[in-house]
């Protein structure tokens, strides 16, 4: 079935470094790829999102860049804050055909002040 | 942007007992609408589709008699917990869609006693 491999599981950076996190999908039908971030007890936040006819977009510190060839998309902040803190999911969803959404483990990130 | 709501936030329950949790697009129609499970430290994952007017697509390993859905209109959707365990206790967290963004209600933490 269709899956969504992240890594790494868990990322400490020192504050005002930059953080990567990486994630493969199998479904090669998957044309919207999420990012979201969610603080311990809270839903979800959408940060970011890249559709399949984009290989990059940026929106301040967050840039996300996806290789359809490869079937794998990045994440990037630059710049890191302690508020960067939190757990992120990347997700690979159709947006045809009900929009379901496979999400990735997800990667704790620490920064550290 | 799109607003989606839960309810309650916060259930705890006797095991045997069943439990049903709402959710709600408060701004918009979702003819679809999905729900999922959260256990802690781990990822979203995918329960069941729900669609209005027609039964819920469930995934893999998901017990349709014991988690059951209903989507009776265009902006709500509930999920029965039926004679709830104690390794039913977790995060659920419902979503909908609004033209191509998913939009994720605050979730409802249940507690089976």
């Known amino acids: 079935g269709e899956n969504v491999e992240q890594h790494p599981s868990t990322l400490s950076v020192q504050e005002g470094d930059s953080a990567v996190i990486k994630c493969t999908y199998s479904?090669?039908?998957?044309?919207?790829f999420p990012w979201y971030k969610q603080e311990l007890g809270k839903r979800p936040q959408l940060i970011i999102d890249?559709?399949?006819?984009?290989g990059e977009k940026k929106d301040q510190r967050i840039a996300v860049t996806l290789n359809k060839t490869a079937k794998h998309f990045s994440l990037h902040i630059t710049e890191t804050q302690p508020e960067d803190s939190a757990v992120y999911f990347c997700?690979?969803?159709?947006?045809?055909?009900?929009?379901?959404?496979?999400f990735g483990a997800g990667t704790r990130l620490f920064v550290k002040a | 942007g799109a607003v989606v709501s839960q309810h309650p936030s916060r259930v705890i329950c006797k095991s045997g007992t069943s439990v049903k949790i709402e959710c709600r697009s408060l701004d918009f129609q979702a003819t679809t609408m999905f729900w999922y499970r959260q256990f802690p430290k781990q990822s979203l994952m995918l329960m069941a589709t729900?669609?209005?007017?027609?039964?819920?697509?469930?995934e893999q390993g998901v017990e349709k008699d014991k988690f059951l859905i209903n989507h009776a209109s265009l902006t709500l959707s509930t999920l029965t917990v039926t004679s709830a365990h104690p390794e039913d206790s977790s995060f659920y967290i419902c979503s909908a869609t609004s033209g191509d963004t998913q939009y994720f209600g605050p979730g409802t933490r249940l507690t089976v006693l």
């Open positions: 729900s669609n209005e007017g027609s039964k819920a697509t469930y």
């Open positions: 997700a690979a969803s159709k947006l045809t055909g009900g929009f379901k959404t496979i």
């Open positions: 890249i559709r399949s006819n984009v």
């Open positions: 479904d090669s039908a998957s044309n919207y």
